[in-house]
């Protein structure tokens, strides 16, 4: 009686159906007032292993519903989880340097959701199931950045090479635009003698090929 009792205060608000606690409180108070009654005949013994039968029973549907009140209560949080995962798998479509990442969020979704929709499952098999959909997702994000960083850089080193090419060509262009007709000209211009590389400079006026022009 006592361990009923105990039950019935600590399972308030802890039960999936509140009706188990007053069907509990029932059996109590009707075991109480027997016991009470101080009888010792043979219809009054039997009165109290009936009320205790009843009491066992209402006992057990209270502790299930207290399980059952875990278990939707894991199933709640997970709901908000299976979401996430779902939003996260549809938004990093084509924003993924290794697809496998997504793909296995996508397996952890489904699995989670599974776990949701068995009877059996109990609150740790649910919040097992939880963990490994936040780490699947957690593992999408940090590929997800590690892409924009790659990314990133891949444009850098390319805005890089195409300010050398332009610089190339805008130094080719000014030597074309400085090429003398003839050392003559070169001399004429003060410019005498020209050293390869140095704007002017033409393998025409550099007769025997030595690296300068118009010795």
Known sequence: LSVAQKLYESSEGKVADESTRKVLKEKIDSLDKILKQKLTSTSHAQK??????????????????????????????????????????????????NEQYRNTLRQKVD????????????????????????????DVNSNIEYKKQQ??????????????????????????????PNCAAVRAAGAAPLYQGQPGYSSKLDRDKDGVACE
């Open 48 to 97: 109290i292993v009936k009320e205790t039968s009843a009491l066992a029973e209402a006992i057990t549907k209270v502790e299930s519903s207290q399980k059952q009140k875990l278990v939707d209560e894991a199933k709640q949080a997970a709901q908000g989880v299976v979401e996430q995962g779902n939003s996260t798998f549809d938004s990093s479509a084509g924003r993924m340097e």
């Open 151 to 180: 990314d990133a850089q891949a444009a850098a080193q390319a805005a890089a090479a195409a300010q050398a090419a332009a610089q190339a060509q805008q130094q080719q262009q000014q030597q074309a635009a400085n090429t003398y």
């Open 111 to 138: 699995n989670l959701q599974s776990v949701m929709n068995s009877e059996s499952a109990t609150p740790e098999q649910i919040n097992a199931a939880v963990t490994e959909v936040n780490q699947a997702v957690n």
